[in-house]
């Protein structure tokens, strides 16, 4: 079973983001690239797969700019067999994202695509279930533990809205997967040596005979107001007067 | 113009009221709405939807399989359907977000995510960057594939008047992708659901010396408001995963959240950003959290409770 694994570089999100004065984006100079942390866990996932002897290879895979190939020999030294990178200038949105996804999804005859449920720089969780959605595959959502692996199908864990589900999947499948699925490794130092010496492999998006446009216009970006500075209470019984002021009870016992 | 609301009548969480605000969403959008819900027919759930103001009409699906949506089976459903929409929304839950990407991939339309403000002009205002960045969005698509947060508009209320109710076939269960089964959350009789509550009582991590989610539960009691958890305290095993707060989780805006021994890590803090007050009890006066805090409390959340539970009934 070829495993692809959906990669995001993005700005570490425990820097404070900030928005460009103009409006246009999020100021990225000097920013430290790190992979998409739920993306790490897709990572994971496969690697172990592999370490099991369920998977044969595992291959990542990234869409951006000549700056991701950092991250992309960080998988590598975290145990992917090979790093792809469709060459654009820029990120880009979801659909043409998906759409390249899917055409290296079926030429590197992948069985499993795994992502992370959402990249936490834009938040909008959509590339892994659009994907699945083009290919045709069955899909899983934020899947937080793989429970067994047969021949034709996967036995899920998943995290609904009312539960936990279990679910058998039929391969070829496309998963996006919850940071509660693993804890990734940290890659050692001679793994990070020698994936310094491995290459990325570079895919020209024309030659995909994909188009790159997209449907959304990002008209403007904002930082969400700060709320206004609170206040330190001594004691419980400050607490609970100041809660009492606001309005709130406790209910009759 | 013309907007279909997906419901997920499958379970007996807050559908209604997330319904309810989706419509509310859906108002600043001109044409008539049309109700999607997936659910069994003679649940006593589903009459009230039909009744909520300004439906025009519903579409009720029921399912093979009771209480297991098959995302896929959903999917190919709604592509046939899709033609005739200007605009298909869903709320920004699990259930929306798992839904609206595929019916974008089959579509080749890119769904717009976490609204929080939808505009006449059509403009939609989404939040990123774990909660710290709103982006205004427009989109060439059609139809326009949004999923919006029940919080940020006003629910419309329900009237006496019923929209017709058509039946649709029902939704057969996938060749091979097969639901094995559901743990359903469990939760205290007459506590609110987590998603609509106006209270909400959150423990963290720093609970999990004591073992237990005991003063979470007691204080959400005490105030009639709903248990919620940080991802430290859903990874201690203290809590199950689906009261999880945050990016990952559950984004909210209650009017009164309270966090017991929550630090209030950047991915948690994303989804309690726009409650009305926030309050924190928690031993660590520097954790961001406290920093945050409408109300902070510097003491041990698990030694705390019962002494603010009882001043508190004695003001009350």
């Known amino acids: 079973m070829i495993v692809l694994v959906a990669i995001k570089p993005l700005i570490d999100p425990l820097v404070p983001v900030r928005v460009r004065a103009d409006g246009s984006g999020i100021e990225a100079e000097d920013a430290r690239l790190v992979i998409n942390p739920v993306d790490e866990n897709g990572l994971e996932a496969a690697v172990r797969l592999k370490e099991q002897n369920l998977a044969s290879t595992v291959i990542v895979v990234s869409i951006g700019p000549e700056s991701w190939d950092g991250p992309l020999k960080t998988a590598l030294a975290l145990g992917a067999d090979r790093a792809i990178r469709i060459d654009t200038n820029a990120p880009l949105d979801p659909l043409p994202t998906a759409r390249l996804l899917a055409a290296v999804t079926l030429i590197e005859k992948t069985t499993l695509l795994i992502t992370g449920r959402q990249a936490v720089d834009r938040d909008q969780g959509v590339v892994g279930l659009m994907t699945a959605g083009m290919l045709g595959w069955a899909q899983a959502a934020f899947v937080s533990s793989i429970d067994a692996v047969h021949p034709d199908a996967l036995t899920l864990t998943r995290d609904l809205d009312h539960g936990r589900e279990q679910r058998r999947v039929p391969l070829p499948a496309v998963l996006t997967v919850d940071p509660r699925l693993n804890t990734p490794r940290y890659a050692s130092l001679p793994a990070i040596m020698r994936a310094r010496a491995k290459p990325v492999e570079r895919l020209d998006p024309d030659g995909l005979g994909i188009t790159l446009t997209s449907d959304l216009i990002w008209k403007a970006h904002l930082p969400k107001k700060p709320r206004p500075p609170g206040v330190r209470v001594r004691d419980v019984q400050e607490l609970a007067e100041r809660l009492h002021a606001r309005g709130w009870r406790a209910c009759p016992s | 113009m013309s907007i279909l609301i997906l419901v997920d009548a499958t379970h007996a969480d807050g559908h209604l009221e997330i319904t309810a605000r989706l419509i509310g969403a859906a108002r600043a959008l001109p044409g008539p709405i049309t109700l999607f819900v997936i659910g069994e027919p003679e649940d006593p759930g589903i009459a009230p939807l039909a009744r909520l103001e300004g439906v025009n009409a519903v579409r009720m699906v029921a399912l093979e399989i009771n209480g297991a949506v098959n995302a896929e089976e959903l999917t190919e459903r709604l592509v046939t359907l899709a033609a005739a929409f200007t605009h298909i929304l869903a709320p920004a839950n699990r259930f929306g977000a798992e839904i609206l990407p595929r019916l974008g991939g089959r579509l080749g339309i890119t769904p717009v995510t976490g609204v929080v403000e939808i505009d006449a002009d059509g403009s939609l205002v989404r939040a990123m ?176 409770v019962a002494a603010f539970i009882k001043t508190l009934s004695k003001l009350s």
Not at chain 2, 171 to 192: C, D, F, N, Q, Y
Not at chain 2, 197 to 216: H, T
Not at chain 2, 242 to 247: K, P, V
Request: proline share 7%; glycine share 14%; charged share 15%.
């Open chain 2, 129 to 304: 960057h774990a909660g710290n960045v709103l982006a205004r969005v427009t989109t060439t698509a059609h139809p326009v594939l949004l999923t919006a947060h029940p919080w940020a508009f006003a629910a419309v209320g329900v009237g006496e008047r019923a929209a017709p109710v058509e039946p649709e076939p029902k939704l057969m269960a996938m060749k091979g992708s097969t639901a094995l089964g559901l743990t359903k959350a469990v939760r205290p009789e007459g506590m609110p659901g987590l998603s609509s509550a106006r209270i909400v009582v959150a423990g963290g991590a720093g609970l999990e010396k004591g073992g237990d989610f005991a003063p979470v539960e007691e204080l959400a009691k005490a105030l009639g408001g709903a248990v919620g958890a940080s991802r430290g305290a859903v990874d201690a095993g203290l809590a199950p995963a689906e009261l999880q707060i945050g990016q990952t989780g559950l984004v909210l805006a209650p009017e009164l959240y309270i966090g017991l021994g929550i630090s209030g890590a950047v991915q948690h803090l994303a989804g309690i950003k726009d409650a009305g007050c926030i309050v924190s009890i928690n031993i660590d006066p520097s954790a961001p959290l406290a920093a945050m805090a409408d109300l902070a409390l510097t003491a041990d959340a698990r030694e705390a």
